[in-house]
């Protein structure tokens, strides 16, 4: 059987194509590697949650915190005070100030829950030791 006569571009072609051939199957073999090493058995799901759990009790104390505070200085909730502001507001910088407030208030409250996560989760790290 004859091979067909192939000219230097397909050459070319033919060697670029091995060669991505060849890194894509070594790409493939590190990606197996990785994947026998994360194995998802329960103590990874168990260690995954309690990474959470400092987060998650940091945001329920200052939920049920902040908001009761509020309401006894007869502020209502943030997002019905933003909806009825927003509503109420004349101009579009007016309503602008209102979303660049409120997204503010999120952002500060979203750090307050980063930093006493990280905080919290120091603490049963040491508690631990």
Not at 7 to 22: F, G, H, I, N, V
Not at 94 to 117: D, E, K, Q
């Amino acid at each position: 059987m004859r091979t067909p006569v192939r000219t230097d571009s397909e050459r070319e072609a033919a060697k670029e194509l091995r060669a991505m051939l060849d890194r894509s199957d070594a790409l493939t073999q590190r990606v197996e590697v990785v994947t026998e090493r994360l194995s998802w058995d329960s103590g990874s799901w168990f260690k995954a949650a309690l990474l959470g759990l400092p987060y998650a009790v940091v945001l329920v104390m200052l939920l049920a915190l902040v908001v009761p505070v509020s309401a006894v200085f007869g502020i209502p909730a943030l997002s019905a005070w933003a909806w009825e502001s927003f509503g109420a507001a004349d101009s579009a910088w007016g309503r602008g100030a209102i979303v660049v407030a409120v997204l503010a208030v999120i952002a500060g409250v979203g750090y307050a829950v980063y930093r006493g996560g990280k905080w919290l989760a120091g603490k049963y790290e040491e508690a631990i030791r």
